[in-house]
């Protein structure tokens, strides 16, 4: 049975309250189980436990990389191992497809360290003229670029009719106080000048479905949205595409949003988040400060 649904969600104390409504939970990993340099070890044993009654997680992230590359972040920041069953990258769902493009050409844009998604592919990388898939994991540069760096090479793409793939639908980062852009301002660049462009990841339904497979499969069968509970950190992201799948979200506020909410001076309160909601198009079921038990 679904929670109510208000801009102002209920604040839950902990998992252990919602845990006996839901089969599956899909979470995020940046902001909920860890802050990129620590794990949170409260978040990783609410997970557990909830595995341990009988639930299945799935976790689910905007990383342009392979599963095996984020399960290797996640044990080297000692997020434990019985907190999850699967994982889903936007990295494996934007290789999902370019494999369902056969040999289809494309122009890859991204770091290096993005590069792993295209081990083996049959689909052959080629410069932009060449293409006609345009896959973006990322600026190539992104400590020093902004978006209009690439405005001459995304109207070449146009120019070529190029499908523009995004492998992080994500705006912005967080890294280090300072905010960086991903692939997703440069998906909505291409936008904006009349492109067409599909993403890979949150809070897209492609990611989603890849998550309700893994968890069909691991349950043995399909699963009941009713039964299932998205949790996450960001609003655009993990509140927008768990209430797009159909599911319940569970917010945890101490993320991305932590200074919009004030959570730098004091704890979380229901009037400031309903005030935060109240601008915002998409509301989550429940919050909680922190993911924990």
Request: hydrophobic share 45%; proline share 6%.
């Amino acid at each position: 049975m679904h929670a109510p649904h208000s801009v102002a969600p209920a604040l839950v104390s902990g998992l252990a309250e919602l845990a006996p409504r839901y089969d599956v939970i899909l979470s995020d990993i940046w902001g909920v189980l860890h802050n990129g340099v620590a794990s949170y070890p409260a978040a990783g044993e609410a997970l557990t436990n909830f595995r341990k009654q009988g639930g299945t997680v799935v976790l689910i992230t905007n990383a342009p990389r392979p599963s095996i590359d984020v399960v290797k972040i996640l044990d080297h920041l000692n997020v434990m191992r019985s907190a999850w069953d699967g994982i889903v990258t936007s990295g494996d769902v934007t290789r999902a497809m370019l494999e369902a493009e056969g040999n289809v050409p494309f122009y890859w844009l991204g770091p290096a360290r993005d590069e792993p998604i295209f081990d083996g592919l049959a689909a052959p990388r080629v410069p932009l003229k060449d293409a006609r898939n345009f896959v973006c994991t990322g600026l190539l540069d992104d400590d020093i670029e902004t978006p209009t760096d690439y405005a001459a090479m995304l109207a070449e793409a146009k120019a070529l009719d190029q499908t523009f793939i995004c492998a992080n639908p994500d705006l912005v980062v967080e890294r280090g106080g300072r905010l960086i852009y991903c692939a997703g301002a440069i998906a909505e660049a291409y936008e904006k000048i009349g492109g067409r462009t599909v993403y890979a990841g949150k809070p897209f339904a492609p990611i989603y479905q890849e998550a309700m497979d893994i968890a069909a499969s691991i349950r043995g069968g399909p699963v009941d949205l009713n039964r299932v509970l998205a949790i996450g950190d960001a609003i655009r992201t993990d509140v927008a595409g768990g209430k797009a799948l159909g599911v319940d979200v569970l917010f945890c506020a101490r993320g991305i949003h932590t200074h919009e909410l004030g959570l730098d001076e004091k704890p979380l309160h229901g009037e400031a988040l309903a005030k935060f909601l109240s601008v915002l198009d998409h509301h989550p079921d429940y919050a909680i400060e922190m993911l924990g038990w």
